[in-house]
Structures are given as structure tokens and as C-alpha cells.
């Protein structure tokens, strides 16, 4: 089945104790996104990867890194996480760059992480 | 830059309804629009995506249409049922977008009352 897996589904933590999220696909796509959802607020984009290697900064960069070492996996990294970092996160896929008229984003199911 | 505005942010209808959800953008220069159903605590799914070059999309109970020179999107849906009861919104791709040319809307909350 054509998805996009993210873990860990929940997760609390503490505040400074470093975390990864991890996201893989198995669409062989090239592109690939993460965002974070906030009440009011609605979806964000932290960075993105338009290939291996390849990456950029969203719009709510701050406090997170990426890496695109394999084509299907991009995970987010939290160094010292910190509260105002709870929130629900997403991983997202797409076979293209999303410049391309006819590309779908393919979504994770979402983890939602807590930081006391 | 870029910016999505769906109206209303919820809406609660009787089951067997037709509902019209709006989403419009202020730069009409885009590539693509997409429809995205979410449910609580879950993931996006894409319901529709309508090309710069199309007018609308059908799959089902769902009509998207789409008029760029004004800015303007609709999801048409159909005789609507309990389990049509989400989240649903719209995104745009163009060059005046986010960081990659996405720009999403905050959603309409949708319920359908049985």
C-alpha cells in the first residue's frame, strides 16, 4: 500500500531531551515536507526537500533540522526541544516538485508530541 | 504572498443536505488547488486537485470548482452524511506561496447532524 509512515504516533517529552521523528515513504517520491498544526494557527511548513540532499526552510524553521540521506526517508530532528514545540506534526509526500500542476501531497498520519 | 481564506471556519448542517464550502486566494497566479479532508487527530487526505487550466473536479458527492481570476474555490458536496462530518481544506501551489509554493487554508470544521 502506497503511504507515508511517521513515528512516533504520540510522544511525551522533556523539555532539552533531544527527539527524532522519523518519516519514511514507499512512492519513490521525490519531494517531501513536514509540518506542524496548531489550533487558530492551522498548517505550517518547517522545511522541505525537493530531493536527496536537497533541503530548505519553511516558514517555522526555528529549532528543528532535517536530513535527506535516502530518497524515502526525512526524518525531523528537535535538538532541545522546548514547550511552544507541542503540537501535532506532519509528514507529507509528493511524486514531483509541487510546482507541477498535477502533483498530490500524500500525508502522513500525524504525530502529536508534547513537550513538559 | 499568498494567502488562503476559507468561509466559514464551521458549519453544522442536517444529513441529507447540500453544502457549498468556499475557499478563495488573493494571488491568482497558481499552479494547482487541492481539497483535503481531515479528521480528528489523523492525516490529510486529498479529495480533489483541480490544475491551473481546469475549471473542476468531480469524484463522487464532491464537486470542486475552481475560477481563478477571482480568486475562488468551492467544494460542492452532495446530499451529505454523517460521515462526511470533518475538517476539509484548501491549498494552493504558486509562486507566490510558502517556502515551496504551498499555501494552505485553516480548514472549514464541518458536522452533519443525523
Known amino acids: 500500500e502506497a503511504q507515508v509512515t511517521q513515528n512516533p504516533r504520540y510522544l511525551i517529552t522533556v523539555t532539552g531531551k533531544k527527539l527524532t521523528v522519523t518519516c519514511s515513504q514507499n512512492?519513490?517520491?521525490?519531494?517531501m515536507s513536514w509540518y506542524r498544526q496548531d489550533p487558530g494557527l492551522g498548517l505550517r511548513q518547517i522545511y522541505y526537500?525537493?530531493?536527496?540532499?536537497?533541503?530548505d526552510k519553511g516558514d517555522v524553521p526555528e529549532g528543528y533540522k532535517v536530513s535527506r540521506k535516502e530518497k524515502r526517508n526525512f526524518p525531523l530532528i528537535l535538538e532541545s526541544p522546548s514547550p511552544n514545540q507541542t503540537s501535532l506534526y506532519f509528514c507529507?509526500?509528493?511524486?514531483?516538485?509541487?510546482?507541477?500542476?498535477?502533483?498530490?501531497?500524500?500525508f502522513g498520519a500525524g504525530s502529536r508530541l508534547t513537550v513538559l | 504572498k499568498q494567502e488562503v481564506t476559507q468561509i466559514p471556519a464551521a458549519l453544522s448542517v442536517p444529513e441529507g443536505e447540500n453544502l457549498v464550502l468556499n475557499c478563495s486566494f488573493t494571488?491568482?497566479?497558481?499552479?494547482?488547488l487541492q481539497w483535503f479532508r481531515q479528521d480528528p487527530g489523523k492525516g490529510l487526505t486529498s479529495l480533489l486537485l483541480?490544475?491551473?487550466?481546469?475549471r473542476e473536479q468531480t469524484s463522487g458527492r464532491l464537486n470542486a470548482s475552481l475560477d481563478k481570476s477571482s480568486g475562488r474555490s468551492t467544494l460542492y458536496i452532495a446530499a451529505s452524511q454523517p460521515g462526511d462530518s470533518a475538517t476539509y481544506l484548501c491549498?494552493?501551489?504558486?509562486?507566490?506561496?510558502?517556502?515551496?509554493?504551498?499555501?494552505f487554508g485553516k480548514g472549514t470544521h464541518l458536522i452533519i447532524q443525523p
Open positions: 507529507a509526500s509528493s511524486s514531483r516538485a509541487v510546482y507541477s500542476g498535477a502533483n498530490v501531497l500524500t
Open positions: 512512492m519513490n517520491h521525490e519531494y
Open positions: 526537500s525537493m530531493n536527496v540532499e536537497v533541503t
Open positions: 494571488d491568482s497566479a497558481i499552479y494547482n
Open positions: 483541480i490544475q491551473s487550466s481546469q
Open positions: 491549498a494552493v501551489t504558486g509562486p507566490g506561496g510558502g517556502a515551496d509554493g504551498l499555501t
